[in-house]
């Protein structure tokens, strides 16, 4: 299965939570449907993103990424790749690649939609439709900042960094609510 077959499969089972990420599924699908080339990177209107927040073994501290590009602390994902699996697999390979941390586990449920506008690596303006889940680090994790980040921290899930955006804030409740 493709990731966006793969994706449209998730979005096409998936109970929303209530009506705004019900808004944003239907109309992510919609965009997957109508476009096949909708997990390119090289697609400019928009293309699927994957990201994954990791929350430690005991569920008490999440690792957030300082993000160059947006200069804000926000959960490890990225674009989709020709090699990856599957939706849930893109997420994985973002949040080990960005956070160094064998072992992760990935919850293949859908945590949260976040749709967001930027200029990305092709240097125009688009959106990011970024499926996200909740990744579990083992007890013995230990970080490595990639090239991607200018900082990687834990932080308290009760204290989070200061201008922090709500939608990191929503996916830290879904994370604190699976654990």
């Given at each position: ?20 990420q019900d808004s944003l599924r239907q109309s992510v699908l919609a ?149």
């Amino acid at each position: 299965m493709s990731v966006r077959e793969s994706a449209i499969e998730l979005l096409t089972e998936w109970d929303a939570p209530d009506d705004c990420q019900d808004s944003l599924r239907q109309s992510v699908l919609a965009f997957l449907l109508a476009r096949t080339d909708a997990c390119e990177r090289a697609c400019v209107p928009g293309h699927i993103t994957a990201s994954a927040l990791v929350v430690n073994h005991t569920g008490d501290q999440v690792l957030l990424t300082l993000h160059p590009r947006l200069g804000r602390w926000v959960q490890l994902g990225g674009h989709c790749e020709d090699s990856d699996a599957d939706i849930v697999a893109a997420a994985m390979r973002e949040a080990a690649e960005e956070s160094g941390i064998d072992g992760l586990r990935v919850d293949a449920s859908l945590g949260a939609i976040h749709v967001h506008a930027l200029t990305c690596s092709l240097g125009v303006p688009t959106r990011h439709l970024d499926l996200q889940f909740i990744a579990r680090a083992p007890a013995d994790a230990t970080i490595e900042i990639s090239d991607e980040s200018l900082d990687l921290r834990w932080w308290p899930v009760d204290a989070l960094p200061d201008g922090i955006d709500a939608a990191v804030t929503h996916l830290v409740s879904v994370g604190r609510s699976r654990v």
